[in-house]
C-alpha cells in the first residue's frame, strides 16, 4: 500500500511544489510508482508536471465533490514518469463545496482508498494556508514533509505548523506525523542559514533530513518547461540534491518497515 505523504507548509515560497515534483521525479527513478496529487487551486503542480491546466476536463475538484472517478481525472506527466491528479482555479469552490458535504475533512482520503494499493508513493502538494483543502491532505496522509528556508520567521511559522498538524492528529487522524523538515533554497555560506540550521538540528534531531536543496537556476527554470530538473538538466546541483532526498525518504521507509516488523 502507498506510502501518502503530504508536502506542507503554512507559509508559501518554501519550495512546496518545487520539491513535490522533482520528489516523485526522483522517486520514479528508482522504480518507485508515484501519483501525485495537487491540491493548491493555484495549479502549478499541475503545470510544472507538463499538464495543462486550462483545458482539463475532470481534475482533483470533481473527485472531491464526487462529480467524477478517480480514474476520470488523472493524467500522466510524459517527462517526469509519475500520474498526476491536477488541479485549476476551480477548486478554490471547494472550500465551500466541502463545507456542506458530509465528512468533509475526509474526501480525498475516501477517493484514494481503492487505488492506493496501485503505487508506492502518493506525494500531495498543499496549498499555502490551514484550510480544508490543507485538513483533507493532513486527513488523507501517513506523514507530512515539511520544505523550508533556514530563516528566522520560518522558524516561527514552523511552530505554528507542527501545532496544526497536532491538533489534526489528534481529532482526525491518529497516524499522521511529521515525516521529515527539508532544508530548501540552501545556502551554506551565509551564517544566518547555518545558524538556523543547527537550530532545527538541535529541536528536531534525525527528523530534520541529512539532504538540503541548495539555491539554483535550473529548479527554477524547470517548471516553465512543464519537467522536473531531473530531466530539464539531470546533472544540476538542484537534480542530484533531489535524487539524494528520494534515497533518503526510501531509505527512511525501509528502517519504519523493518522496526514495524521487529
Known amino acids: ?100 458535504m458530509d465528512d468533509k475533512e475526509y474526501r480525498l482520503r475516501d477517493a484514494l482508498l481503492p487505488v492506493r494499493n496501485n503505487y ?20 488523507a496522509a501517513d506523514s507530512v514533509i515539511i520544505p523550508m528556508q533556514c530563516e528566522y ?3 516561527e511559522g514552523l511552530t505554528d505548523l507542527v501545532n496544526s498538524i497536532t491538533r489534526i492528529a489528534e481529532a482526525l487522524n491518529p497516524e499522521l506525523h511529521i515525516e521529515g523538515l ?28 541529512e539532504t538540503t536543496i541548495p539555491r539554483n537556476v535550473r529548479l527554477a527554470e524547470a517548471p516553465s518547461h512543464g519537467m522536473p530538473a531531473l530531466v530539464y538538466d539531470k546533472q544540476s546541483r538542484g537534480a542530484q540534491a533531489y535524487l539524494a532526498l528520494a534515497a533518503e525518504v526510501a531509505r527512511r521507509q525501509r528502517k519504519k518497515s523493518r522496526n514495524a516488523q521487529a
Open 1 to 100: 500500500m502507498a506510502n501518502v505523504i503530504a508536502i506542507a507548509n503554512q507559509k508559501g515560497g518554501v519550495a512546496k511544489t518545487t520539491t513535490c515534483i522533482n520528489l516523485a521525479a526522483s522517486l520514479v527513478a528508482t522504480r518507485r510508482r508515484v501519483l501525485l496529487i495537487d491540491l493548491d487551486p493555484q495549479g502549478n503542480a499541475t503545470t510544472g508536471s507538463g499538464v495543462d491546466k486550462l483545458s482539463l476536463e475532470h481534475s482533483i475538484y470533481d473527485v472531491l465533490t464526487g462529480d467524477c472517478d478517480f480514474s476520470q481525472a488523472i493524467h500522466f506527466s510524459e517527462h517526469g514518469g509519475y500520474q498526476v491528479l491536477p488541479a485549476n482555479r476551480d477548486l478554490t469552490a471547494a472550500e465551500v463545496v466541502l463545507l456542506n
Open 153 to 155: 520567521y520560518a522558524l
Open 182 to 209: 527539508l532544508r530548501t533554497m540552501y545556502d551554506p555560506r551565509s551564517s544566518l542559514t547555518r545558524e538556523v540550521s543547527e537550530q532545527l538540528k538541535q529541536h528536531f534531531g534525525e527528523l530534520l533530513y
Open 120 to 139: 508506492d508513493y502518493i506525494l500531495i502538494d498543499c496549498p499555502p494556508s490551514l484550510s480544508m483543502l490543507t485538513v483533507n491532505a493532513l486527513s
